[in-house]
């Protein structure tokens, strides 16, 4: 069977949850203008699943109406009791790189204990690019959970300010070879002679792909 706007129409608008999300999951396949105007009703869906799919799929549908889509994703954001809803949330606004919602994802990040949103709110933050997010970086770093350090780390990384090579630079000792090839990563993207020694000290990594990495941001510095 063809997928056709009709045929996602009707599946999006159906009284089965597992058929939204079907209808939702093809909208890829058809216009985004119309798959826009197909996805803006499931935000408010009574199913959590589907509200999910939905707000991961603004992602890149928001496009179509960024203005609209800041609104509709704020409203996720605030009033969705899902934390995955909140994050999905978050991580459409990092991909859509919409700056206006930097307020809003501190705000979210500091009410919440949820390390999946908080994580979220870094990547988002990573992708926005805004210098403003140092503050809130730092203290990422610093997060009990992992992920979230290193999610930081590279965020930091991304934003590329001088200013986070200390709060970076401690993590080279980490005992796992992800963090200090995340380490390494960031600390490339920053550049400048002050991540020098540091780069050199993780070339002699015991981790062959740190050990690379590192080498291959000195021979780029």
Request: aromatic fraction near 4%.
């Given at each position: 069977?063809?997928?056709?706007?009709?045929?996602?129409?009707?599946?999006?608008?159906?009284?089965?949850?597992?058929?939204?999300?079907?209808?939702?999951?093809?909208?890829?396949?058809?216009?985004?203008?119309?798959?826009?105007?197909?996805?803006?009703?499931?935000?408010?869906?009574?199913?959590?699943?589907?509200?999910?799919?939905?707000?991961?799929?603004?992602?890149?549908?928001?496009?179509?109406d960024l203005p609209l889509s800041l609104d509709l994703l704020r409203l996720r954001l605030y009033n969705d009791?899902?934390?995955?809803?909140?994050?999905?949330?978050?991580?459409?606004?990092?991909?859509?790189?919409?700056?206006?919602?930097?307020?809003?994802?501190?705000?979210?990040?500091?009410?919440?204990?949820?390390?999946?949103?908080?994580?979220?709110?870094?990547?988002?933050?990573?992708?926005?690019?805004?210098?403003?997010?140092?503050?809130?970086?730092?203290?990422?770093?610093?997060?009990?959970?992992?992920?979230?350090?290193?999610?930081?780390?590279?965020?930091?990384?991304?934003?590329?300010?001088?200013?986070?090579?200390?709060?970076?630079?401690?993590?080279?000792?980490?005992?796992?070879?992800?963090?200090?090839?995340?380490?390494?990563?960031?600390?490339?993207?920053?550049?400048?002679?002050?991540?020098?020694?540091?780069?050199?000290?993780?070339?002699?990594?015991?981790?062959?792909?740190?050990?690379?990495?590192?080498?291959?941001?000195?021979?780029?510095?």
């Amino acid at each position: 069977m063809s997928i056709t706007p009709e045929s996602v129409k009707q599946l999006v608008e159906s009284e089965d949850y597992g058929d939204r999300l079907r209808g939702l999951n093809q909208l890829d396949r058809i216009d985004p203008a119309v798959a826009f105007e197909y996805v803006k009703p499931a935000l408010n869906d009574e199913n959590p699943r589907v509200r999910y799919t939905a707000t991961s799929k603004m992602a890149s549908l928001g496009r179509q109406d960024l203005p609209l889509s800041l609104d509709l994703l704020r409203l996720r954001l605030y009033n969705d009791p899902e934390m995955d809803v909140k994050a999905a949330a978050a991580d459409s606004l990092g991909a859509l790189q919409l700056k206006e919602a930097y307020d809003d994802l501190v705000k979210l990040y500091r009410s919440t204990d949820d390390w999946i949103v908080q994580m979220s709110v870094v990547a988002a933050l990573s992708e926005l690019g805004e210098p403003r997010a140092l503050e809130l970086l730092e203290e990422a770093v610093g997060h009990p959970t992992e992920i979230v350090q290193t999610t930081a780390i590279s965020a930091l990384g991304e934003i590329g300010d001088p200013k986070a090579i200390p709060w970076i630079e401690p993590f080279v000792n980490h005992p796992e070879p992800q963090t200090r090839l995340r380490v390494a990563q960031a600390l490339g993207h920053i550049g400048g002679d002050a991540v020098r020694p540091t780069l050199e000290k993780l070339a002699k990594d015991s981790d062959a792909q740190v050990a690379e990495r590192a080498k291959y941001c000195l021979d780029n510095l």
